[in-house]
């Protein structure tokens, strides 16, 4: 989109007026403490100021030219710093060719605010999209991978995706002409674009967006289906509203369990058909490892541990209808074999545990009492469910799941933008560790703000209300009139048609963004009355008088232009455009002379935050303008905060004219009560917010840690020593467990013998028991060393590639498998433990460490299982497809093992009024019974009552050739639908 070269009416001070203009910027900066930071921030402007002679001379060429320079300097190392003055002054110069649009004095300053990784604060219609441009461009120089030395793209975070979109092609020209590329984001995008958005200098994007693909990403069975490049800067327009309002809204994606919940009732049915033994006791190990089984399985009560006879396994594969348990992709049932023989032996009802209500709850072994929000982990709780006939727990299996401040701390510097962060400065530094830098406005700010009408009665407030507009629209005059919800809106709007007065309705969400904005765009046209609930249209510019480029669009799409034809498009464009301009001045005159936009505020918000986000939609770059809010003592806010005492000075006052209106009140002093009590719950909020916060930190440390190792395995980095490690610290885990105290008569070595062999039959002969059998030490030693045999015996048969392959790809498919089920743990945890009696514990703390526990038993068992697959998996070293590719085989069997219906959920909402569904992506479906289980999901997900989720249905539409919904870019049949 390129736009005319035009002046517009707002256009910056000349060249020459830099210096006189200096001292108001400093006078104009709020306190004393950025005094010294505006300081060097004036010296810089001066020195960007100092380039435009020599720029102005150049060609559009010789710009480039120097940009490319500039950009070879940061390449060297040379502090970004260092070439922001010159930088500056080229984005400026280039601006000013491309798009009419000199950057301001104070939008340089808003870029050195953003490069330093602050929030400039920056009022509606500043400009703070084009203020972005000069942060994007520098650090667009420098944003690369140390390691490869490729750029890694700076990130432009919007509210919606219409702005995503609009501000990426608004820019584009700026961008276009300095060889920055730039990328943009959409919901439901395929993959390929939104691999190739990524891959640009600068990506615009909604901040669900950003957040699922970090997840999605992190849930990747192959590096080339990751779409990020890494977290280095990040712009956050409207900051507030994402990193504030949105900061307890977590992302998630969640699956169906789709067969899991049946499988466990399937096992729960094996488990009774299989039948327990014991091998002889004190049996010498030599005959032992020849001694065949007549049972399927043996247990331990004291460590309540199982393990499998080959005739338990044989009995399981022949129920299963398999023909190998052992081999990669089964790698699952072995786990379901194992939780449900311990279910059905080894936990017993009302001493382990209890059902109550339809739910098992564990017993505490030592205090008989009931734990609330525990589970067992590794799927043991769920077979005791399936044991019980209780429903199995595993609905909308969380997938991953991320909040938007976690989110955003990932990046190695983050900066913000927006209207209205001060009064939240505290929280933007606790938090996020960023400070706010106020920058002033381009031209002094005029719009008169009213003290706030207090009526007794909502009935007295409403009826004033719609005099109000009444009579301004009569007069002439736009009206923007805020309320606090939908609802609101279409009583006021009931109203206002009863009295004749055309309006229009806005309610913010999100799929209305791009008409919100047509319509925002025109709500600065004489009379107009807009009814918009918070944030409506947000982003977009109200110009008194009506947008021209907007009315020439619409001009055009009446008369059947085709805008795809670029050169016809522009040139009608400009014919129209005079002519469509001179009457936009007029109507402007018209409405600054009926006194410019007026902001009615119908009720004042939790968060003043908000209210001066309305105001500020008036009086912007110097316009005429005025606010006023009319609220009533019956108002949420009003009554449970400072009800009593507005209420008697109301009912001491408070009368009713001639006609029988209500007569209001309206005093500065009130009006202070009030930002009192919005200030009294903005601090409730941050607190609440806070302590949402510090319990995700303890999931976010964990995530990080999980999320690495993911890492390191997806980049085939080889594990294959830390695995020999992991599989010895298992076995002296394990000895350990059956050899405790220094003497051996009470070590329990059968014991010992039959747990090991879960891992590898044990090729000990008596005289090396006895020998070793005295020290624990040798005995560990011993094992590790024969298991370390075997384990490179595995090695050498499979050769190193494989072996590496293998190795990988079983332990990524465990963390996965696992850290799915340590999710849903955590969510258990979370809710239940504040419904514990602690005394004088801070659940909090109780959280952490429990939390802890839960952690270290996740990596534990993360490589037991590992321990028991490794030597035992079978491995097709001809592959499925017929030969050549036997690594690619497994893998793709064990992604499709998980397939099954994915859905996404998280916040885009306005403030206050719950979170509403954020992205939806698609699903593929392997069998019919996933289908049916799709329709009862959906149908549950309609219940739930905070975040709404959206689950799109494609089993339908994604042919077996078509690409795979998971963003793999591979065909359906062979990722997920295989
Ligand atoms: P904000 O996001 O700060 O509310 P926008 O980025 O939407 O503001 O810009 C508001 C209006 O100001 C836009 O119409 C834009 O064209 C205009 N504008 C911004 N910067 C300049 C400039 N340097 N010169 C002229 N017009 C500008
Ligand atoms: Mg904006």
Known sequence: ???????????????????????????????????????TYQRRVALIGAFEAELEHDSDAELRERMDALRERARDDEPLDALLPECFAIVRETGKRTMAMRHFDVQMIGGMALHDGQIAEMKTGEGKTLTATLAVVLNSLAVRDEESGERKGVHLVTVNDYLARRDAEWMSPIYDALGVTVGVLQNMQPYEQKQHAYACDVVYGTNSEFGFDYLRDNMAKDLSEKVQRGHSFAIVDEVDNILIDEART?????????????????????????VLGKTPEGMDPRTKKQFMADFDFEVDEKHKTVSITEQGVAKAERFLGIDHLYRAENGHLVNHLIQSLRAESLYKRDVDYAVIDGEAKIIDEFTGRILDGRRWSEGLHQAVEAKEGVRIQEENQTLATI?????????????????????????????????????PTNMAMIRADRNDQIYKTKEGKWSAVVTEIGARHENGQPVLVGTISVEVSELLSERLTKRGIAHTVLNAKPEHAAREAE?????????AVTIATNMAGRGVDIKLGGNPDHLVRLELARQGVDSSDAENYERRMSELFPDVERTVQESREHVMAAGGLFICGTERHESRRIDNQLRGRSGRQGDMGESRFFLSAEDDLVRLFAGDRIYKILDRLGGVDDEGNEEPIEAGMLSKQIEKAQKKVEEQNFLIRKRVLEYDDVMNEQRRVIYAYRDDVLEGQSIGEEARREVISVIERTIDQYTPGDFVEDWDLDGLFTALAQFFPLDLGPEELKRDSA??????????????????????????????????FLLLQIIDERWREHLFDMDYLREGIHLRGFAQIDPLVAYKN????????L????WTDYARMIFNVQVNVEGENGGGAPVPAFAAAGSSTRAGRVSYSGGTSAVGAGAIAA????????????????????????????????VVDDEHQVGRNDPCWCGSGKKFKKCHGA
């Open 250 to 274: 977590p992302l998630i994606i969640s699956g169906a369990p789709e067969q899991a919940a049946d499988l466990y009732v399937k096992f729960a049915r094996l488990a009774p058909q299989m």
């Open 850 to 857: 429990e939390a802890f526990t839960l952690f270290g038993d």
């Open 775 to 808: 020290d624990r030490a040798s005995l560990t030693d011993r094992i590790g060393e024969l298991a370390m045999e075997r384990y490179n015996a595995r090695e050498q048969a499979l050769g190193e590639e494989l072996m590496g392959a293998l190795e990988r």
């Open 519 to 527: 319509i925002v765009a025109e709500a600065g046209q004489p009379g």
């Open 919 to 950: 992205a939806a992506a698609a699903g593929g479906m392997a069998d019919a019974q996933g289908a049916a289980g799709y329709a009862e999901g959906a149908a549950q997900e309609e219940a739930m009552p905070v975040v709404e989720q959206r």
């Open 403 to 439: 909040t938007y401040q976690n989110y955003f701390r990932l990046y190695d510097k983050l900066a913000g933008m927006t209207g209205t962060a001060l009064t939240e400065a505290t929280e933007f530094m606790k938090i996020y560790e960023l400070p706010v830098v106020q920058v």
């Open 1 to 39: 989109m390129r736009r005319s070269r035009r002046v517009p009416p707002s256009a910056g001070a000349p060249p020459g007026a830099i210096l006189g203009e200096m001292p108001s910027l400093l006078d104009r900066a709020l306190n004393a403490g950025e005094a010294k930071k505006f300081k």
């Open 859 to 862: 990596m534990n068992s993360i």
